[in-house]
């Protein structure tokens, strides 16, 4: 219809020209073309006729052109957003990184921010400023070898616009070298998962984590829930662990390890617990029976450590090639390693002796006192008056004095007699008050169910036949 309609427009209009007179040229064979004039009424039907035509066709098109449209529009849901490139921007640090020149590295040894700013166009005033401006966020003389840095800069051959550091994998800090220049301390969205781990020991205690692919931090975190009452420097073949704890995810991969909710651990002759229970006035761990972990006295004066020499009071002194008694426990480990107080109280020395070396004596009260041999060095502030607490950092392992190799000495008094340590045994302290045990009790009973799913792997050879006769 449409182009029958149209095909006749045409025709007409070929058949007759209109002439700015209102007149048309007769078209006719004859050899002399002549103008004959047209009377007004017929010559607006004619173009009555005409628009109608036109008008009737251009609706039809313009109205098939919608439907077509519509059609088409109507199969834009059955076309998948696959078909469409999409460039997803690479976010990190809340910044799209692909708008900006990225420079990254790690701090190295005798690097300073100053030197990482200035080689990247920022000039010295602006970081005398940002150092000013963000010392109560970050203060920059903290950067720490090996941690990773990143600078961000819209324009290579302009000076930097952004430097970010990460001081641990749970937050970063971001310095802005252009506007107010003061930093921003920002952390990770961080997940949690409540987990169980178990093992049992084949050789030593950090070999069997580590085959049980547990981390050094979670064993710590064992020795720190269990110090009052396991000699871990005893471990034994065939002794057993089991846990309950927290581990942190950032992007789905582990970071570290939260809380120890529960730990045990059996040795040939004993079992023990520690619980915690996070109520805020009695945060800490417990026994089964609520009373607290936390006794007089730590287990041992250094972690990661082993015991080198006993007390003995024929012991065959090393150095001095003769029978000398040995009226101390020497636990050996690397230079530098954190020595701390297994109780608090009051320095009473801190001082050298060509036999003990760096020495620290502590009195604990009128009954207990302990000593610290051979340290490389005191801790910060520690000197004779001062009060420390059980747990603190008094010197570091080293080797001064009378000494073959790196390890402290640890002597204890008991009524100003020397004793052996590792025989003593303290009164348990009293137990939570009798209306805090229910609520104690039923949060031992949520995590000693875990413990009991927790399976000690891998077995021993020698042992699973064991168990299987």
């Known amino acids: 219809m449409p182009s029958e309609a149209f095909r006749l427009v045409i025709a007409t209009l070929s058949e007759i020209t209109l002439h700015p007179k209102h007149g048309t040229v007769d078209s006719s064979d004859s050899p002399k073309k002549r103008f004959r004039p047209l009377h007004g009424h017929r010559f607006t ?94 203060d920059i003389r903290h950067l720490r070898v090996d941690r990773p840095y990143v600078i961000l800069s819209k324009d290579p051959e302009a000076a930097a616009d952004y430097f970010i550091y990460e001081p641990n994998v749970y937050e970063y800090i971001v310095f802005p070298l252009k506007g107010d220049l003061t930093a921003k301390r920002v952390s990770r969205p961080m997940d949690t998962e409540l987990r169980t781990a178990a093992g049992r020991i084949e050789s030593s205690l950090w070999q069997t984590m580590v085959d049980n692919g547990l981390s050094y931090e979670l064993t710590a975190k064992m020795e720190d829930a269990l110090q009052w009452s396991v000699s871990f420097h005893h471990a034994q073949k065939d002794d057993e662990f089991k846990l309950v704890f927290d581990q942190n995810y950032i992007d789905g991969e582990q970071v570290g390890v939260g809380e120890v909710y529960a730990a045990y651990y059996k040795n040939a002759s004993n079992e023990y617990y520690a619980i915690w229970y996070g ?94 041999l051979h340290m490389q060095k005191f801790a910060s502030g520690i000197h004779r008056g001062v009060q ?46 009798a209306d805090e045990l229910p609520a104690f009790f039923e949060v ?20 699973a036949e064991e168990e299987c006769e």
Not at 96 to 114: K, M, R, S, W, Y
Not at 405 to 431: A, M, S
Not at 444 to 457: F, M, N, S
């Open 388 to 433: 420390v607490k059980q747990g603190q950092v008094i010197g570091y392992v080293g080797s001064t004095g009378l000494a073959t190799g790196p390890h402290v000495c640890f002597r204890f008094w008991k009524d100003g007699k020397q004793v052996n340590h590792l025989n003593l045994q303290f009164p348990p302290p009293d137990p939570l008050p």
């Open 444 to 463: 031992r009973d949520q995590y000693l169910a875990e413990l009991q799913q927790a399976v000690p792997h891998p077995f021993s050879a020698a042992v």
């Open 45 to 138: 039907l004619i173009l009555i006729v005409l628009f109608t035509l036109l008008g009737g066709f251009l609706l039809y098109s313009g109205s098939n052109r919608s439907e077509n449209l519509q059609a088409n529009l109507s199969g834009l849901d059955k076309i998948e957003l696959s078909s469409f490139p999409v460039v997803v921007p690479n976010m990190r640090y809340g910044f799209a990184l692909d708008t900006f020149h990225v420079a990254e590295g790690t701090i190295q040894p005798n690097q300073f921010l100053g030197d990482l700013l200035s080689a990247r166009g920022v000039n010295y005033q602006t970081i005398e400023t940002l150092s000013a401006n963000s010392k109560d966020v970050f």
């Open 279 to 372: 109520k805020e006035k009695y945060a800490g761990y417990y026994d089964l029976e609520g009373r607290p972990m936390k006794k007089g006295f730590l287990k041992a004066p250094v972690k990661f450590s082993r015991i080198s020499s006993r007390y003995n009071l024929n012991r065959f002194h090393p150095v001095l090639k003769r029978t000398r008694p040995h009226l101390g426990t020497d636990y050996a480990a690397p230079y530098g390693t954190p020595i701390y107080a297994v109780g608090n109280g009051v320095v009473v020395e801190a001082s050298y002796t060509s036999g003990n070396g760096n020495f620290v004596k502590i009195k604990h009260d009128d009954r207990y006192q302990t000593q610290y």
